[in-house]
């Protein structure tokens, strides 16, 4: 568990935290999307351990391939999309990572793509830092 990497997100619009205390996937605060599938609006909840492919949908069809339409769920903004995937061609999501940086994730269902870019090397250490502290003591 503490080899893994959990990160926790906020809007790239409003700036609020994207972490829900009340919805836990991996036993860890989940990350809430609002989300539109196939016309259907809903919640799509996201495990923070970076890697981890654990979802869960609320009002909305778990429908594999599906592009999902995600907005904040705090200010409804959809969520930059600034690429497109390098494996299916779908929009890619970018959020704001809480300790600097962003977390891009591909907007198709199923499809594993995602990565994260640090704003600098200093973020990327402290998050290692902070969550395998055995490993630098
Ligand atoms: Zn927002
Ligand atoms: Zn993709």
Do not use: W
């Amino acid at each position: 568990m503490n080899s893994q990497i959990k990160v926790e997100v906020n809007c790239p619009s409003c700036q609020k935290s994207l972490m829900i205390q009340g919805v836990k996937i991996d036993d860890l605060p989940a990350i809430e999307i609002s989300a539109k599938i196939s016309g259907k609006s809903g919640k799509v909840y996201l495990s923070q351990i970076y890697g981890s492919y654990q979802k869960k949908f609320v009002n909305v069809e778990d429908i594999p391939d599906t592009v999902v339409d995600c907005f904040c769920p705090k200010c409804q903004q959809p969520f930059p999309i600034k690429k497109v995937c390098s494996s299916c061609n779908a929009p890619v999501a970018t959020l704001n990572l809480d300790i600097g940086g962003k977390i891009n994730f591909c907007t198709r269902n199923g499809c594993p793509h995602h990565s994260v870019e640090f704003e600098n090397l200093d973020s990327a250490f402290i998050l290692f830092q902070k969550q395998n502290p055995s490993y630098y003591a």
